[in-house]
């Protein structure tokens, strides 16, 4: 078990996502960077889609009554075990009675604490993320609170032959120096002139406050719509089209764009404008309010390879700590 | 006879979502030829169980697809969407869904409360959304408003935002379509069950949040239930399904209570009809169709 003896910022118990109920109005959520959870599981010897601990801008600092290996991986933060300084992206060992202590991010939003064996919280259709909009799944559907109690599952056979294991430095992403967010254009872009869509590509954008689980509202280039008369049942603005279902990672425009996220909802009558490549949601998700971003436009199959050299990648990963 | 008049649909536009998402625009305009599109080609999908495909969401005038690139390649998906496509004929096409009494509580104090705090957010500042949907379609009252709203069955033909939420077009010829702007600026707040309208569409917002539609009432039930204690949830959390019929009643403020009252014991049981839907027959003569199909409700 681990208790919270403080939560940070947001941190919620994540795992890969929530499938199938996308048309009754689910969202997906999970690990918002899936990359650096999934590492983090590989670490401890979990499955992937083991429950990790996901903490935002601020990690918490929770304390273990049993001897655990865990691993923290994602956004760059200071951690320590009872004040010794651990390294993050390798597998560590901490011991019943041992305070975990995680810092501030100060490379990346998001990092994840992967404890070997999971964290098993009750599973709701098949997953254990969190949704806090409505207060689903994870851990009595909300972000952890000082005092919570985390039950864990069964370690791993074998999991304490991992502690010292590392991520070779090499595929460790420097989430800052990520600044090109790949876009595949199309969904309902006709309703932008040909300037406005050129603008989205060659300007910066800069994450605003409102950035989120459910979608980081960028700031930048004025958006420009082609004028039309609106077409029945979609509402008089612009920006409306007749209500249709948003792709996970697709960008929405009501005035400033939003890119939704793993929490967002699915679906509305905003035009939706391109959609945020697989790989270039967990980057995203690791923005920090007021950095900067460019849209980068690819087609499909970039986009498809991109998804499949990071799953080469991550084979590597594993492979190195088996 | 009044009629539904069919629209001939333009090719459809298939859109990639990123690597795992097909997104299928079947019209920019609502229609029920472009609705029971999206629900006759999603339920063939579904039927086909395609490896790779694991969510299939139909819409108002489109659907949308998400997969595994790594099963089934994007451009497989749309070649399989088109070929569902051309297998699907709507002439020959019915389904099996349900018709559910809806009682609503129009001009009800929650939601009255909550616009009159938001006025500043509309266009009309100074009439209520429902004064000002009335006349913006041409009624003489919010009474005779009312009555046409609750006076003909909504088929659900989309469901998102959030869990639960419905989104619903009224069973009537276009001439006869109910259609409003939605606020100028969406509302922070919005009470849970609220019956709001926007576009040509009545929502039912299961939670409390934020919203832009025209507030008219509330209904007692719920469209969620994420506890699952009402018999009606014992399968889904969520009780609308696209493709169900809706038939908006309009009670009195001790009906509604009423009904909470039992809603909230647990011990409610939605009234609820199974017909077979036929679109041929619906186009026909919608009239006539949404009485046959009330009966079945109302006896």
């Known amino acids: 078990m681990i208790t919270v003896s403080r939560p940070g910022v947001l941190s919620t118990v994540q795992d890969l996502g929530r499938f199938g109920q996308y048309h009754i109005g689910m969202p997906p959520s999970g690990a918002m960077d899936p990359f650096a959870h999934r590492v983090g599981n590989y670490l401890v010897g979990n499955d992937e889609d083991a429950a990790t601990i996901e903490m935002t801008y601020q990690g918490g600092a929770?304390?273990?009554?049993?001897?655990?290996?865990?691993?923290?991986?994602?956004?760059?933060?200071?951690?320590?075990?009872?004040?010794?300084?651990?390294?993050?992206?390798?597998?560590?060992?901490?011991?019943?009675?041992?305070?975990?202590?995680?810092?501030?991010?100060?490379?990346?939003a998001r990092s994840y604490l992967a404890v070997a064996g999971g964290v098993d919280v009750e599973p709701l259709m098949?997953?254990?993320?969190?949704?806090?909009l409505i207060g689903l799944g994870g851990y009595e559907g909300r972000s952890l609170e000082e005092g919570d109690e985390l039950a864990l599952g069964a370690p791993p056979e074998g999991a304490t032959d991992r502690i010292g294991s590392a991520?070779?430095?090499?595929?460790?992403?420097?989430?800052?120096s990520i600044d090109s967010i790949r876009?595949?254009?199309?969904?309902?872009?006709?309703?932008?002139?040909?300037?406005?869509?050129?603008?989205?590509?060659?300007?910066?954008?800069?994450?605003?406050?409102?950035?989120?689980?459910?979608?980081?509202r960028l700031e930048g280039p004025e958006l420009e719509f082609v004028e039309r008369e609106q077409p029945f049942g979609a509402g008089t603005d612009?920006?409306?089209v007749v209500d249709l279902g948003y792709p996970v990672g697709s960008i929405q425009v009501p005035q400033q764009p939003i890119v939704?996220?793993?929490?967002?909802?699915?679906?509305?009558?905003?035009?939706?404008?391109g959609t945020v490549i697989s790989v270039d949601r967990g980057y995203l998700a690791q923005k920090r309010t007021h950095q900067e971003l460019y849209f980068e436009s690819v087609n499909v199959d970039d986009a498809v390879a991109a998804r499949k050299a990071q799953q080469e990648t991550l084979a590597t990963i594993r492979k190195s700590l088996e | 006879m009044s009629t539904i008049e069919r629209v001939t649909l333009p090719d459809p536009r298939y859109e990639f979502g990123g690597d795992d998402h097909v997104f299928v625009e079947l019209d920019e305009a609502m229609s029920f030829d472009a609705n029971f599109e999206a629900m006759a080609i999603t339920q063939q999908l579904r039927k086909k169980d395609i490896d790779g495909i694991f969510e299939i969401c139909?819409?108002?005038?489109?659907?949308?697809?998400?997969?595994?690139?790594?099963?089934?390649?994007?451009?497989?998906?749309?070649?399989?969407?088109?070929?569902?496509?051309?297998?699907t004929d709507l002439s020959e096409y019915q389904w099996d869904t349900r018709i559910v009494d809806f009682p609503v509580l129009y001009e009800d104090e929650w939601t009255h409360e909550t616009l009159m705090r938001f006025r500043d957010n509309h266009q009309d500042p100074d009439a209520t959304d429902l004064e000002y949907s009335a006349q913006l379609n041409g009624f003489d009252s919010v009474d005779e408003f009312i009555g046409a709203h609750a006076g003909a069955p909504h088929m659900v033909t989309m469901v998102g935002f959030v869990p639960g939420l419905p989104w619903c077009f009224q069973m009537v010829p276009k001439d006869e379509q109910i259609e409003v702007p939605k606020y100028v600026q969406p509302r922070t707040d919005t009470p849970s069950r609220a019956v709001g309208y926007g576009g040509a569409f009545t929502a039912i917002y299961p939670v409390q949040g934020a919203g832009g539609y025209q507030l008219y009432g509330r209904t007692p039930l719920e469209v969620l239930d994420t506890d699952q204690n009402l018999a009606d949830f014992a399968e889904s959390m969520v009780f609308p399904q696209p493709g169900d019929i809706l038939d908006f009643r309009r009670i009195d403020r001790t009906e509604y209570d009423e009904i909470r009252e039992q809603i909230e014991a647990g011990t409610y049981e939605y009234t609820i009809e199974s017909v077979s839907f036929s679109p041929e027959e619906f186009f026909a003569d919608p009239h006539g169709y949404n009485e046959m199909l009330t009966?079945?409700?109302r006896g």
Request: net charge negative; with cysteine; aromatic share 10%.
């Open chain 1, 62 to 108: 929770f304390e273990f009554d049993e001897d655990r290996v865990v691993a923290l991986c994602g956004a760059t933060m200071a951690a320590t075990i009872d004040d010794e300084p651990i390294n993050m992206w390798e597998a560590v060992s901490v011991e019943a009675g041992q305070t975990l202590d995680i810092q501030y991010a100060s490379n990346g």
């Open chain 1, 126 to 132: 098949d997953s254990r993320s969190t949704y806090t």
């Open chain 1, 167 to 176: 991520v070779d430095d090499e595929y460790i992403p420097d989430y800052d």
């Open chain 1, 183 to 216: 876009v595949v254009f199309g969904l309902c872009d006709y309703r932008l002139t040909d300037a406005c869509k050129e603008r989205m590509t060659t300007e910066p954008w800069t994450v605003t406050p409102d950035a989120d689980r459910v979608g980081y």
């Open chain 1, 238 to 240: 612009q920006s409306n």
């Open chain 1, 260 to 273: 939704l996220m793993q929490d967002a909802v699915t679906g509305g009558g905003y035009a939706t404008v």
């Open chain 2, 58 to 87: 139909p819409a108002n005038a489109s659907y949308m697809v998400r997969f595994e690139p790594e099963t089934i390649d994007p451009h497989t998906v749309v070649e399989t969407l088109k070929s569902v496509a051309e297998e």
């Open chain 2, 295 to 297: 009966e079945v409700l």
